[in-house]
């Protein structure tokens, strides 16, 4: 299959590691189903994707709504018959605090997002990518019991513990599942939780993209 006819959807496209996800598979001929809340910076990727010659579908969408999600993967079935690539980097970073200061409705939003719509999002994209013997791509941060990250860090961690299962699951019936470690990088997460940082000491989004897409396309 060429990378024309290839179609990759990401979750949380706006900005960060999935918008250079999706600049740079556009580049290489596949089309972006690009999904994020912020239909500003979606236009913005759109616009960029379109300079270089690729092509997109936006998704102006929030993953913690259900039903809209239904919606979509069926367009996604009516339309490509399925996916080659879901790279799911939408997050939800609570802001720091001691464990015992952690605030409610914050770590209630942390594990929704990060949790049970992961959940729920493998249970609408799993028969999409199987369909076209595609590829899921989550992205670890190992932060689980690190002071401060309690919200951030243990939502984080039962995400990946959801996505390993998934993976030893599917390991010989598909869909293929990757868990990469992206280096860190400038992303406004990162800046929330270290703000002040140089951030020209750390990874470019594009450069860690071409990176972790190079080991399993």
């Known amino acids: 299959m060429s990378d ?22 556009a580049a290489r001929g596949w089309h972006i189903i690009a999904v994020a809340r912020t239909v500003g910076a979606l236009e913005e990727l759109d616009d960029r994707i379109r300079k270089a010659g690729g092509s997109a579908t936006l998704a102006p969408l929030d993953v913690g709504q259900a039903e809209p999600m239904v919606k979509l993967a069926e367009a996604v ?12 980097t939408a997050i939800h970073a609570a802001p720091l605090a001691p464990a015992g200061h952690v605030d409610a409705k914050d770590f209630q939003k942390s594990v929704d997002l990060n949790v049970v719509v992961s959940r729920g999002l493998i249970t609408l994209f799993e028969p999409l990518l199987r369909a076209r013997q595609g590829t899921a791509l989550f992205f670890d941060d190992a932060r689980a019991g690190q002071k401060f990250f309690g919200s951030y860090g243990a939502t984080k961690a039962a995400q990946i513990a959801l996505a390993r299962s998934w993976q030893a699951e599917t390991e010989n019936v598909g869909p293929h599942v990757v868990i990469a470690e992206p280096a860190p990088m400038p992303t406004a997460t990162r800046a929330r939780f270290f703000p002040g940082e140089d951030r020209a000491r750390l990874a470019p989004c594009k450069a860690e993209a071409e990176r972790i897409l190079s080991g399993i396309l």
């Open 77 to 88: 079935a009516s339309r490509w018959g399925g996916l080659d690539l879901w790279a799911h």
């Open 4 to 25: 024309a006819s290839k179609i990759a959807l990401i979750t949380g496209a706006s900005r960060g590691l999935g918008a250079a996800m999706a600049e740079l598979l």
